[in-house]
């Protein structure tokens, strides 16, 4: 039997689904909003409340709960060094080619 799409399913499918600047923009937000949810559960999986990451970092409370709020447009590179660093992490970036892209008339699985 198939499951029932729920409301958010049915809102993707009747205005993102196939557009793709709407598509890339939800997919922007999505990896956000887990980047932002995972250092909130380091620093909760480290014992520390945000008044004591903000005390590593030398920030107040409320810049730590910012940081942690994926609605906020706050967040910068440098910001996510300190805190990860402060949590005693390294940070690592990757850059990986988009699903997709063509690239000189090229088609991204065949380069």
Do not use: C, F, W
């Amino acid at each position: 039997m198939k499951k029932a799409k729920d409301a958010s399913e049915i809102l993707y499918d009747l205005y993102v689904r196939g557009d793709t600047n709407a598509e890339a923009r939800v997919n922007e937000e999505r990896r956000k909003i887990r980047l932002i949810s995972e250092l909130r559960e380091l620093r909760e999986r480290a014992g520390l409340s945000q008044s004591a990451l903000a005390r590593r970092l030398g920030i107040s409370s409320s810049a730590v709960a910012e940081l942690e709020d994926p609605d906020s447009d706050n967040h910068s590179l440098e910001a996510l060094q300190r805190i990860v660093s402060a949590l005693g992490m390294d940070l690592e970036l990757k850059i990986v080619k988009k699903a997709g892209i063509r690239r000189r008339g090229v088609s991204a699985g065949a380069a």
